[in-house]
């Protein structure tokens, strides 16, 4: 009985002896965080809002009376193409302040005409909001940000049945050049450089500009963009949120948090054959804060000479530290 007894705690402790030699090296190499470098992109980002700065002017009623429109919203004409005529009416409709809010705005930058005929090639709006000689490509670079913190600028539509004289009643745009600006935290003006190409990615498409101007008010800076692109509602947004995609890179993503370093050279720890983790250094392409783009299969140090990096597929360390 004690033999049969002393047999089966033999098998016992030699079962646990064994989970503790193979299992447990197994189970805690398996809980170690790691992650699978995977080919990806990285786009370099930033979230503003900006004001569309347009060479547009706005024409106001030359006389009081029923509006005959002849060319729809968006369309491109050439100078001197008639855009609605006015006949007069007996009856005319209640007045609407906004339209008098806009002539005030705009002071002697609105154009009274009798003809309603386009003073230069551009596009034909509806739309307004009395900004549009405030905004100008003339002023736009001597603007400051305290200057527009405050602006809420309403577009209204001007197309209705009747008018009365000095009243908006259309605008001309020129869209063969035309302008965002925007003012970003000095944080974030390394992402920018006059004569960069950007991506702006409006609310319904995504547009080319360059990168026009940058001006430093201390701890901002104004950043204008310049597009010869088409948009929808080009001629009616004047404040937008926008995001700007400054650079766009493709290759091995890192997490930064994988990132470590050994006798100053930035890397991380990849799992050998044998479920070793070893250092390899990694050269940055670049970084968004979170993730970095890095150099894969070998880069040139700093003394001329290759050095062994990354490769897709690889598995390494999430927490090096």
Same mark, same amino acid.
């Given at each position: 009985?004690?033999?049969?007894?002393?047999?089966?705690?033999?098998?016992? *402790?030699?079962?646990?002896?064994?989970?503790?030699?193979? #299992?447990?090296? @197994?189970?805690?190499?398996?809980?170690?965080?790691?992650?699978?470098?995977?080919? #990806?992109?990285?786009?370099?980002?930033?979230?503003?809002?900006?004001? /569309?700065?347009? %060479?547009?002017?706005?024409?106001? =009623?030359? &006389?009081?009376?029923?509006? $005959?429109?002849?060319?729809?919203?968006?369309?491109?004409?050439? %100078?001197?193409?008639?855009?609605?005529?006015? +006949?007069?009416?007996?009856?005319?409709?209640?007045? $609407?302040? @906004?339209?008098?809010?806009?002539?005030?705005?705009?002071?002697?930058? +609105? /154009?009274?005409?009798?003809?309603? +005929?386009?003073?230069?090639?551009? !596009?034909?709006?509806?739309?307004?909001?009395?900004?549009?000689?405030?905004?100008?490509?003339?002023?736009?670079?001597?603007?400051?940000?305290?200057?527009?913190?405050?602006?809420?600028?309403?577009?209204? $539509?001007?197309?209705?049945?009747?008018?009365?004289?000095?009243?908006? *009643?259309?605008?001309? !745009?020129?869209?063969?050049?035309?302008?965002?600006?925007?003012?970003?935290? #000095?944080?974030?003006?390394?992402?920018?450089?006059?004569?960069?190409?950007?991506?702006?990615?409006?609310?319904?498409?995504?547009? =080319? =500009?360059?990168?026009?101007?940058?001006?430093?008010?201390?701890?901002?800076?104004?950043?204008?963009? &310049?597009?010869?692109?088409?948009?929808?509602?080009? &001629?009616?947004?004047?404040?937008?949120?926008?995001?700007?995609?400054? #650079?766009?890179?493709?290759?091995?993503?890192?997490?930064?948090? !994988?990132?470590?370093?050994?006798?100053?050279?930035?890397?991380?720890?990849? @799992?050998?054959?044998?479920?070793?983790?070893?250092?390899?250094?990694?050269?940055?392409?670049?970084?968004?804060?979170?993730?970095?783009?890095?150099?894969?299969?070998?880069?040139?140090?700093?003394?001329?000479?290759?050095? %062994?990096? /990354?490769?897709?597929?690889?598995?390494?360390?999430?927490?090096?530290?």
């Amino acid at each position: 009985m004690q033999r049969k007894v002393f047999l089966i705690l033999y098998i016992i *402790i030699m079962t646990a002896l064994l989970v503790i030699v193979y #299992a447990i090296p @197994k189970v805690t190499g398996a809980l170690t965080p790691t992650t699978v470098l995977k080919y #990806a992109t990285l786009q370099i980002t930033d979230e503003v809002k900006c004001y /569309v700065v347009r %060479s547009e002017t706005v024409y106001l =009623a030359g &006389s009081s009376g029923s509006l $005959n429109y002849y060319i729809s919203q968006d369309t491109q004409v050439r %100078s001197g193409v008639k855009t609605l005529s006015i +006949a007069k009416s007996a009856e005319l409709e209640k007045e $609407n302040p @906004k339209f008098a809010e806009i002539a005030s705005r705009l002071g002697e930058g +609105a /154009v009274m005409t009798a003809d309603y +005929a386009a003073a230069f090639n551009g !596009c034909v709006s509806y739309f307004a909001d009395g900004y549009e000689t405030f905004f100008t490509p003339e002023t736009m670079e001597g603007l400051s940000f305290k200057d527009v913190e405050d602006i809420s600028a309403e577009q209204v $539509n001007l197309t209705r049945g009747t008018a009365r004289k000095g009243e908006p *009643i259309y605008k001309i !745009c020129d869209n063969s050049l035309w302008f965002l600006t925007t003012w970003v935290d #000095a944080g974030d003006i390394s992402k920018y450089e006059v004569g960069n190409n950007v991506t702006i990615c409006l609310p319904k498409a995504s547009i =080319a =500009a360059k990168v026009y101007s940058m001006e430093n008010e201390g701890d901002k800076w104004q950043v204008t963009f &310049s597009t010869n692109r088409y948009y929808e509602d080009f &001629s009616m947004m004047r404040e937008v949120d926008v995001t700007v995609i400054t #650079a766009d890179y493709s290759g091995i993503i890192v997490p930064n948090g !994988c990132i470590t370093a050994e006798d100053g050279m930035p890397g991380v720890y990849v @799992k050998n054959s044998t479920g070793d983790y070893v250092f390899k250094p990694i050269k940055i392409i670049t970084s968004d804060g979170e993730k970095a783009i890095v150099k894969v299969s070998s880069f040139t140090g700093d003394d001329g000479k290759q050095v %062994s990096t /990354v490769e897709i597929y690889d598995e390494i360390l999430k927490h090096p530290n």
